[in-house]
């Protein structure tokens, strides 16, 4: 997490609920795509992922708000930080963005973070030229899906149960953690997790999972994993597993969920190179709306397998 105090003419402090209503003014003054993120309405979700330590900072000069960070706490479990800087229109192009990158990334280096990851959408040129100017490599490009809450999607593959994750089962946590190493984590540049991690993650940044079980055995054949607003995260079913309804389970379990909660759709970031997920989501309706390319920066000496 980037210190507080000063940075050259600018003061770095933690955004608090009084803080609000500038916070809106600042909203005012962004672009479309980067506004809703800060609105009164939005304020709230941000607070709650202060409180699971996710923090949002600001950086003034005097009393003009001239930037926002997003970043993840030290304390959380991710070992690649997704930070966002957010510089006022007017205030760009100044090195603003630069300084409090150096300082994300000092921060980071020194919590042990592997690497730092950004994703910018297909037609955003001056974030994309911004991160090549500081050492980012494009990583991959991902198909940005969105899934409609549909209300008839029946729940085949009876073989398994669904169930919800549950935080004292250790033994799944255990199993989802090896199921995401195999899938994610093979000699790459995405470090694996342990059992640990997801609890961790849970707790702090709001992630919530789906379990398969075998229903004679219990045995946890698959996983479905997702964010605050229904973004999915990760999906994985045990291979020899494969074909048999368990991931349309998963999904579907989840639409009715999300559904119930009051969602209208899934978001997922999908790799073009990855049939199975595409034909998954293709099934299951979702359709593609963006891309966006994602960029990595390594902070140690991982070698980046992407
Ligand atoms: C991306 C952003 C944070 C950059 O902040 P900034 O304070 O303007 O960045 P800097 O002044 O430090 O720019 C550093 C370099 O990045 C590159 N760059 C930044 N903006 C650029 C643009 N619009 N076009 C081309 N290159 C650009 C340049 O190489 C620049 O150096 P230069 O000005 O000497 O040519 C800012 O444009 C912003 O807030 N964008 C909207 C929010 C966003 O997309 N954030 C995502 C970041 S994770």
């Known amino acids: ?26 909203a005012e003054t962004l672009e479309e795509v980067h506004r809703a993120a800060f ?39 991710l070992p690649v930080s997704h930070p966002t800087v957010i510089v006022r229109q007017e205030r760009r192009r100044e090195g603003i963005g630069t300084a409090l990158a150096a300082r994300i990334e000092a921060a980071d280096r020194e919590s042990g973070r ?19 100017h500081l050492g980012f490599r494009h990583a991959d490009t991902l198909l940005k899906m969105e899934t409609p809450l549909t209300p008839a999607d029946e729940i085949a593959g009876s073989m398994v149960d669904i169930r919800h994750w549950d935080p004292a089962n250790t033994g799944w946590s255990e199993q989802i953690a090896t199921l995401y190493n195999v899938h994610f984590a093979r000699g790459g540049s995405i470090p694996p997790i342990s059992a640990d991690d997801i609890a961790t993650s849970a707790a702090k940044i709001g992630t919530r999972l789906l379990v398969a079980l075998e229903r004679e055995t219990e045995d ?34 989840l639409k009715r969920h999300i559904k119930a ?16 997920s595409l034909r998954l989501h293709r099934a299951e309706g979702a359709q593609e709306v963006d891309q966006m390319r994602t960029y990595k920066k390594l902070l140690g000496d991982t070698l980046d397998a992407t």
């Not at 923090?55 to 009393?63: E, I, N, T």
């Not at 997922?268 to 990855?274: K, L």
């Open 114 to 132: 592997v690497a730092i990851a950004a994703g910018v959408m297909a037609d955003d040129q001056p974030t994309a030229a911004f991160l090549t």
């Open 1 to 26: 997490m980037i210190p507080t105090g000063c940075m050259g003419a600018f003061e770095i402090t933690r955004l608090g609920p009084e803080d609000d209503a500038e916070i809106a003014a600042f």
């Open 261 to 276: 909660e009051g969602g209208t759709k899934l978001t997922s970031f999908v790799s073009p190179r990855n049939a199975a």
């Open 220 to 253: 946890l054949v698959g996983y479905i994993e997702w964010l605050p607003d229904a973004m999915v995260h990760s999906i994985v079913v045990r291979r020899r597993w494969g074909g048999r309804g368990v991931a349309e389970a998963l999904v579907r379990s």
């Open 39 to 77: 609105l009164p309405e939005a304020m709230e979700r941000h607070r709650s992922a202060i409180a699971r330590e996710h923090r949002v900072l600001s950086l003034v000069r005097g009393m003009e708000l001239v930037a926002i960070v997003i970043e993840q706490g030290s304390k959380t479990a």
